[in-house]
């Protein structure tokens, strides 16, 4: 998906040397990566499930759902979220109270 993403910025802005350079790198970097760009895939996923690994909370099994949005064009949102009351929905339940944990302390 990410390479597809990534296919389809190139064609709104062959030109951009970022894009350019970050696909050089990653070609030069990753045998998987050089493979799908060489594909030339540019479908996208709008729903799905991605599989995470938090290095605190651990795996996560989310699905997500993308929407272009009309204001912008060229942006979209992307939507994750936990089945209740799974592994995943715990772990993000103790990701957030840990964040918020690190927030308050931050403060006083």
């Not at 991605?50 to 272009?68: A, C, P, R, W």
Request: glycine content about 8%; overall charge negative.
């Amino acid at each position: 998906m990410t390479v597809a993403n990534l296919r389809t910025a190139a064609g709104q802005d062959p030109h951009d040397k970022g894009l350019h350079d970050l696909v050089g790198e990653l070609s030069t970097r990753s045998e998987d990566f050089r493979r799908r760009w060489g594909a030339h895939n540019v479908r996208t996923h709008g729903t799905g499930v991605k599989h995470f690994h938090h290095h605190i909370v651990g795996d996560l099994t989310l699905t997500y759902e993308s929407m272009d949005l009309r204001a912008e064009p060229d942006l979209s949102m992307t939507i994750y979220t936990a089945e209740p009351g799974s592994p995943s929905a715990d772990a993000l339940r103790l990701l957030a109270s840990w964040a918020a944990t690190l927030e308050h302390t931050d403060r006083t």
